[in-house]
């Protein structure tokens, strides 16, 4: 399968991704890299691993209709199967999100429904929850609202920092997300 990860920052979990195919747990290619921030770590990341990317700034658009047609362009050129957002910090506009529609994946470190939006780890960790986890779903119109896919979790104990829970939390989406996308694949939900 031909993924494109879109990305907004470190690119751990397009690392993971990377691993997982080089390791052959996952059968798929990421075949492109679409960035709408020019600074993020994750495109100097795609560089290195000769992963080709589409790294744009949405400053230079009047709207977001523009960008994402461009992107709609570049995703049917690439015959993309399956888009994976990976920390990609923009909500997936109409343009974008109708040729995809099932096709379009996010993942979000909490238990969905509870805490979507920013920093769900620090809305977990000051509300005291003592199990929170990774949520991976599908993209739909709304801000982490789509159809769920697969969860795991973490468990909050009272010794634990809020750097602490980031780190368990980024262990399990480095694990649950490639398996996710294989779960996918084999499926036949990509292709
Ligand atoms: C992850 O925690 C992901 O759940 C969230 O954004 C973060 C991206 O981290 N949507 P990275 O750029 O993959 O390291």
């Given at each position: 399968?031909?993924?494109?990860?879109?990305?907004?920052?470190?690119?751990?979990?397009?690392?993971?991704?990377?691993?997982?195919?080089?390791?052959?747990?996952?059968?798929?290619?990421?075949?492109?890299?679409?960035?709408?921030?020019?600074?993020?770590?994750?495109?100097?990341?795609?560089?290195?691993?000769?992963?080709?990317?589409?790294?744009?700034?949405?400053?230079?658009?009047?709207?977001?209709?523009?960008?994402?047609?461009?992107?709609?362009?570049?995703?049917?050129?690439?015959?993309?199967?399956?888009?994976?957002?990976?920390?990609?910090?923009?909500?997936?506009?109409?343009?974008?999100?109708?040729?995809?529609?099932?096709?379009?994946?996010?993942?979000?470190?909490s238990l969905?429904?509870s805490f979507?939006?920013?920093?769900?780890i620090?809305q977990a960790f000051n509300a005291g929850v003592k199990v929170s986890g990774?949520?991976?779903?599908?993209?739909?119109?709304?801000?982490?609202?789509?159809?769920?896919?697969?969860?795991?979790i973490v468990n909050i104990?009272?010794?634990?920092?809020?750097?602490?829970l980031?780190?368990?939390?980024?262990?399990?989406?480095?694990?649950?997300?490639?398996?996710?996308?294989?779960?996918?694949?084999?499926?036949?939900?990509?292709?």
């Amino acid at each position: 399968a031909k993924l494109a990860v879109f990305a907004s920052g470190t690119g751990s979990n397009y690392d993971a991704i990377i691993e997982a195919i080089n390791k052959g747990t996952l059968d798929a290619e990421v075949t492109l890299l679409v960035c709408d921030r020019p600074k993020a770590r994750v495109v100097e990341k795609a560089k290195r691993n000769g992963t080709p990317s589409f790294v744009f700034d949405p400053k230079q658009y009047a709207k977001k209709e523009m960008f994402e047609s461009k992107i709609v362009e570049i995703l049917k050129e690439a015959e993309i199967d399956l888009v994976i957002l990976a920390g990609y910090m923009r909500l997936i506009g109409k343009t974008l999100l109708q040729p995809f529609e099932g096709k379009i994946i996010n993942i979000h470190p909490s238990l969905l429904p509870s805490f979507p939006g920013l920093d769900a780890i620090g809305q977990a960790f000051n509300a005291g929850v003592k199990v929170s986890g990774v949520t991976v779903h599908y993209v739909d119109a709304g801000m982490d609202t789509g159809k769920i896919i697969a969860q795991d979790i973490v468990n909050i104990t009272d010794e634990m920092t809020r750097e602490e829970l980031q780190n368990e939390i980024q262990k399990v989406e480095h694990k649950l997300y490639p398996e996710t996308i294989q779960k996918l694949i084999s499926r036949g939900e990509s292709s």
